[in-house]
């Protein structure tokens, strides 16, 4: 068999199947960018370098484990400033939604965003994404929403689109325009709704900025029946959607998502039983982010046990943002999911690869370690994979690959 590179000494989670799809002894070939191979090395084939007849390029795993590139599918990597100040706010007593009434919260990274330029914005997330690498991330989602005006919001994408190539990380990018209410749309939120549907949309689409398009579908932001105009115009351009749902109130997110094939739904604290069988029904990820959860001291849980009872696809994220989520490590937010969410470690580690890349709509291509896939893989120094969601701060990863390299 000819291929570029393979990887020996290895344990493999592969994450295909149920649980972990483990193969001890483990040999991983690489080709073209792709997974070629993946097996116990007793059973490998000969395998020859692409380019002539000697051996590939090996490279020695030293006994560590090997897993799926880890996807982070729900950020807000893209901003300026800081909301440091807010969260002494919230010590002294304020709410979330306090601080936001009073022109703080999203609105104040809004003003900083759109004071800042393409550069500023891209060295700001660059820093970020810098930890999330440093912890095995080879794909992260996007979210534009600090913007609120058409300018700020396609200059949010286009700086995540940049961070793909400068970074060698795949980015998938959402527009999130419905994230909060601008202050010049001040009491005309269907106005501001329909400047999304009939124009920043479209533009997003035309300069194929926009992978997705989620919005935020709370009292505080969004009522279902904007979320769903915006939803009726991404669908009209060909655009799959997502949604921040059911976070502080139950407004029926969940449902709503289901309804329209949302790729996930996500946060989900306040979600009931009939929103989980909706979302099992139409195939929607639960997008789970036990960051948010923890910084807003939240009490109310997910519904895990109906998620898991009617088989909804469980997914993780950082949600990596300034104000409910400042936290840019996949690891902790695996170990939240487990000590706060209860969820095991196995869990854990499928949410941030097989079905986080469900939720973005690349389950085909990313999250498992099967032939054919693309060749983003992540190795760890650790005993046993359960250690990635067990310790804290631990900075396990040994190396990456992103599209075999
Ligand atoms: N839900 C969240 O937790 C974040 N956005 C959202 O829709 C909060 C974003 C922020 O506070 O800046
Ligand atoms: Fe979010």
Request: charged residues 20%; glycine residues 10%; proline residues 5%.
């Amino acid at each position: 068999m000819k291929v570029d590179a393979v990887i020996e000494h290895c344990h493999v989670a592969t994450m295909a199947g149920e649980g972990l799809g483990e193969v001890r002894d483990a040999l991983v070939a690489l080709s073209a960018g792709r997974i070629a191979w993946v097996g116990p090395r007793s059973a490998a084939p000969r395998m020859q370098a692409t380019d002539g007849d000697g051996a590939p390029l090996a490279y020695d795993a030293r006994g560590g484990w090997l897993t799926p590139g880890l996807v982070d599918a729900h950020t807000h990597l893209v901003y300026a400033g800081d909301r440091a100040h807010e969260f002494e706010m919230r010590l002294e007593g304020a709410s979330y939604e306090d601080v936001a009434r009073a022109g703080g919260g999203i609105l104040s990274t809004v003003r900083a965003t759109r004071a800042a330029d393409e550069a500023a914005l891209a060295a700001a997330a660059s820093r970020r994404l810098e930890r999330l690498l440093a912890e095995g991330v080879t794909t992260v989602e996007i979210k534009s929403g600090y913007g609120l005006d058409a300018d700020t919001e396609l200059r949010m994408l286009r700086v995540a689109r940049t961070l793909g190539a400068s970074h060698g990380v795949r980015v998938a990018t959402t527009l999130l325009a419905a994230h909060a209410l601008p202050p010049e749309y001040a009491g005309r939120a269907d106005d501001y709704i329909d400047a999304i549907a009939s124009d920043w949309l479209p533009r997003a689409a035309r300069e194929g900025l926009a992978d997705a398009v989620d919005a935020f579908c709370e009292r505080i932001a969004f009522s279902p029946a904007q979320c769903t105009r915006v939803f009726d115009a991404a669908h009209a351009l060909g655009l799959p959607v997502k949604l921040h749902a059911d976070q502080l109130t139950d407004l029926g997110g969940a449902a709503l998502a289901a309804r329209h094939g949302a790729l996930s739904a996500d946060h989900l604290e306040w979600t009931n039983e009939d929103g989980v069988a909706a979302m099992a029904a139409a195939g929607t990820v639960a997008m789970l982010l036990p960051g948010a959860f923890y910084f807003l001291r939240e009490t109310r849980l997910p519904p895990i046990e109906a998620l898991r009872r009617h088989r909804v696809p469980i997914a993780i994220a950082t949600d990596c943002n300034p104000g409910s989520s400042p936290l840019a490590s996949p690891l902790l937010a695996m170990n939240m999911a487990c000590t706060l969410f209860r969820l095991t470690p196995t869990e854990a580690i499928a949410g941030f690869t097989v079905q986080a890349a469900r939720a973005l709509g690349l389950g085909h291509e990313l999250g498992t370690i099967e032939a054919g896939r693309r060749a983003d893989l992540a190795l760890w120094d650790v005993g046993r994979p359960a250690e990635l969601a067990y310790a804290m701060g631990a900075a396990p990863l040994v190396r990456r690959w992103h599209d075999g390299r």
